[in-house]
C-alpha cells in the first residue's frame, strides 16, 4: 500500500496533508513556503512510498477561474513532469477554508495556535485529500 499527498496551494505558503497507507485516512502534514514547495515534494515522495498526488483547484466543479489558478496550473504541470508515473487527481477546494476553521473550532484548538500562519492550510490540505479519498 501507499499514501497519498495533497496540497492547497498558496501564493505565499502552501498546505500540506498525507493520506496514511492503506489510503483511507487524511492528516494535516505541514505548511511550507511556496517557493520552497518543490524542494519539500521531492522529500515526501521519497520517504515513502506514493500512490498519487492530490491538489486543490478552486472553482474546478463549476469551471471558474480565480488569481491563484495560473500558480496552481504551473505547480500541476511541474508534478507531472517530475513524476510522471504518478497520477495527479485535481478536487474542487471550495469552501475548504471555511471548512479547516471549523474544524479547528470544534476539536478546541486554542485561538492563539488557529491564529499561526499555515494552521489553516494543512488542515485545508487535509480536507482537500479527505474529498479525494472518499
Known sequence: MA????????KVRTGIAVSDSSGIIASP????AT????????LLVSEETCA??????????????TDSNKGINKFINYLSSK?????????DEGDTS???????????MKKSQ?????????????LI?????Q
Open 3 to 10: 499514501r497519498y499527498i495533497a496540497f492547497d496551494w498558496g
Open 29 to 32: 502534514h505541514s505548511t511550507v
Open 35 to 42: 517557493k520552497n514547495l518543490n524542494k519539500t515534494v521531492d
Open 52 to 65: 498519487g498526488l492530490v491538489v486543490g483547484v478552486p472553482g474546478l466543479i463549476l469551471g471558474k477561474s
Open 83 to 91: 513524476y510522471p508515473s504518478l497520477p495527479i487527481h485535481m478536487v
Open 98 to 108: 471555511s471548512e479547516a476553521m471549523d474544524a479547528m473550532i470544534s476539536s478546541g
Open 114 to 126: 488557529r491564529r499561526q500562519k499555515g494552521s489553516l492550510d494543512r488542515v485545508a490540505a487535509a
Open 129 to 133: 485529500l479527505q474529498r479525494f479519498l
